[in-house]
Structure formats: structure tokens, C-alpha cells
């Protein structure tokens, strides 16, 4: 059989373009190469903060897991100092594990009609007749007019690198607010998932990774290198509830679109800052865009519909890292700017994926 599309990472991305091409028409397979067999899907490092542009999309593809979702109506500032403030959302966010979006959308794919691949590692994808030959890591050949990768953040190659750490924890009480803590080299965000989770993600320096044996007591390391006293405060009492994930290697910003005659989407296509809170919302859209661009036949046009979607968000995201990374005392002078209602909504929606939405 050839597909009209493969699509290559089973994240957020893939499984919304795989669904976006079947509600077109296509056919298409999605190939993971690790987790699904069993039903669950592996754990990444993400904040897991579902922004208000991207809930009509899971109120149509996965509408009882949103409906347990926590709702996130407020964010919170906290320099690396103790100085906070905090700003209502423009609209209410919801908090979402990726153990539990990505089995639910998967599920959700397989039963729009998507041929599910689990286990299934894509070693190279050759030109064959009027499309693409995909060899899987087993031999196994697959055919199909177009591929969309969405493979998820690339390693690093230039530039600054970053480290993402997290885990969820139990024995906390739960805010309807997404916290963002700045810290020496780094910050750290804290958002309600379901389970009664609160998920807490950090992106730092590559220079202060942990040695292994560290990562799997969350807290002591975050405490001992970090130091940031309002954070430990806010998880005093706190219960690691499930592993430690880590990334190693994060560069921040825009990569290609097109890579090959293939188009990539999600974090393959560039990693917007986790503290815009944009990142899953980009994925599923640029899934979108992506699925689109196939069915319209307008691959080469993906590229500049990508950019004009993301450029804000990119642009905005680095400039506000100077903010986040600020010495404490220009935190605190710049906190009650981003706490007044009006400038924050303006920060929110210049972070936003801007065009290309497809919410029909």
C-alpha cells in the first residue's frame, strides 16, 4: 500500500497531523519508534501548560481527557530573589501530562482511521516513483507520497545549550496558575496536571547537569543546585510521583521547514522558549499546517505559512529571555511591567501562533 502521508514521531505534532489528513482525506500511517506497543506512551520533558488557542482542538479530538484537565487561569512570576507577581491569563489554559495527551491522541488517531505503527524506527527515507520509500530499523519497507517528520526537539549543533529536566509530584496544593521561577542560569515552571500532579519543569545551562544518581531525587538536586528559595518553599512537602526525565543538548529558536522534499513540524522545526507556554499548541498546529500544506499540494509553500505562524513567538520568546535571565534586581523592577493586566495580555498574545489554524 502507499499512503498518501507518513508521518514519523507519534508526539503532539505527528498524531495532529496524522488526524488533520485523515479528516481530509489522505491516508496515512504513524510510526514511533519507542513506546504505544503497550499502550502507554514515553515520558518527555515538557511543561505540560495546554494554551487557550489549542483547546478547541482537543475539545474535538480528545474531549474527556480535557474535561479533567486542570484549568490554569493565572501565571506567576517569581525572581530568582522571592519577588513575584502575577496577571490573569486572557484565557483560561488547561494542565495536561504528555504521559496521558500523547496515549490519548494516539488512540484517537488509530481511531480516526490512522495506521498505527508503534516500535516502529524510521532508519532513512529514499525517493521512489512519485513519493518516498521509508526503511523501517527492522527491514520492514513503507511507502507513501509525502513524509512529515516531527521527531521532536533536534540535538544541538551551535549556540547556547540547554538542559530540560522534570517531574510530577503529589502532596501539593493545587493552583489554577502556571509559576514561572527564574533561577541562576536557568528557570523553572510549576502547572497543575490531572491525577492531582503538579508538574515541574526546568530548563538550565548544560554546565549544571546532574550526575545520574542526582536525577532521581528531583528535589535535593534542584535545592542544592539551584538554591532558589521560593521554588523549595513552594514544593516543601512535595512527593516524587514519577521518574525524572532529562534532555540534554536544547538549543531555543527556529530551524528549517523543509528538509529534503520532507516537512517537519513541532519542535523538529524549532524550539520555541517553554516560558511562552506555546509549545504544545505550536505542535499541534504546525501538525496542522503541515497536513494541509499535503492535501493542498502546496508543500513549498509550508515553509513561509510556518514562518509567518511562528515568527512572533520565536522573536518575542528571545527577547523576553533576557527578562527571565535578568540579574534580581532588574527582575524585581520588571516584574509590576509584566503583573499590569494589560502589558501581560500583550506579552501573551505576542507569543502566540499567529496564522494557519485550522479549527474546522
Not at 482525506?25 to 510510526?31: K, M, N, P, R, Y
Not at 521509508?134 to 540535538?155: D, F, S
Request: overall charge positive; proline content about 6%; aromatic content about 6%.
Amino acid at each position: 500500500m502507499i499512503y498518501d502521508v507518513a508521518i514519523v514521531g507519534a508526539g503532539p505534532a505527528g498524531t495532529s497531523a496524522a488526524l488533520a489528513a485523515t479528516e481530509r482525506g489522505l491516508t496515512a500511517v504513524l510510526c514511533e519508534r519507542s513506546g504505544f506497543d503497550d499502550g502507554r506512551a514515553r515520558d518527555k520533558v515538557c511543561g505540560e501548560f495546554i494554551s487557550a488557542e489549542a483547546v478547541p482542538l482537543l475539545e474535538r479530538w480528545t474531549p474527556a481527557l480535557l474535561a479533567q484537565a486542570p484549568v490554569i487561569r493565572q501565571a506567576h512570576l517569581v525572581s530568582s530573589h522571592g519577588a513575584s507577581a502575577a496577571f490573569s491569563l486572557p484565557q483560561p489554559a488547561r494542565g495536561i501530562s504528555r504521559l496521558a495527551l500523547d496515549a490519548t491522541l494516539w488512540r484517537a488517531a488509530g481511531q480516526a482511521g490512522v495506521s498505527l505503527r508503534p516500535r516502529c524506527a524510521i532508519a532513512d527515507a529514499t525517493p521512489s516513483g512519485q513519493g518516498w520509500l521509508l526503511r523501517t530499523a527492522t527491514g520492514e519497507p513503507l511507502a507513501a507520497r509525502a513524509v512529515i517528520w516531527a521527531t521532536g526537539r533536534q540535538p544541538a549543533t551551535g549556540g547556547a545549550r540547554w538542559l530540560g529536566l522534570k517531574a510530577r509530584f503529589d502532596g501539593l496544593p493545587l493552583r489554577p496558575e502556571v509559576e514561572l521561577y527564574s533561577l541562576r542560569g536557568g528557570y523553572c515552571g510549576v502547572a497543575p496536571v490531572e491525577n492531582g500532579w503538579t508538574n515541574v519543569c526546568c530548563l538550565l545551562r548544560a554546565r549544571l547537569a546532574p550526575p545520574p544518581a542526582d536525577s532521581s531525587d528531583f528535589l535535593s538536586w534542584l535545592a542544592r543546585v539551584e538554591g532558589s528559595a521560593a521554588l523549595v518553599a513552594r514544593l516543601r512537602g512535595a512527593h516524587q510521583a514519577t521518574p525524572t526525565v532529562i534532555t540534554a543538548g536544547i538549543t531555543l529558536g527556529p530551524r528549517v521547514a523543509l528538509a529534503g522534499g520532507h516537512l517537519m513540524a513541532g519542535d523538529a522545526s524549532g524550539f520555541v522558549d517553554p516560558f511562552t507556554g506555546d509549545g504544545i499548541a505550536r505542535a499541534l498546529f504546525s501538525g496542522q499546517l503541515a497536513a494541509a500544506a499535503i492535501a493542498e499540494g502546496n508543500t513549498a509553500g509550508y515553509a513561509t505559512a510556518l514562518r509567518q505562524a511562528s515568527r512572533a513567538s520565536f522573536r518575542t520568546g528571545a527577547g523576553l529571555r533576557a527578562a527571565v535571565l535578568a540579574p534580581a534586581w532588574l527582575q524585581a523592577a520588571l516584574l509590576p511591567l509584566c503583573a499590569h493586566p494589560a502589558l501581560g495580555r500583550r506579552l501573551v498574545a505576542a507569543t502566540r501562533w499567529r496564522a494557519g489554524r485550522d479549527r474546522r
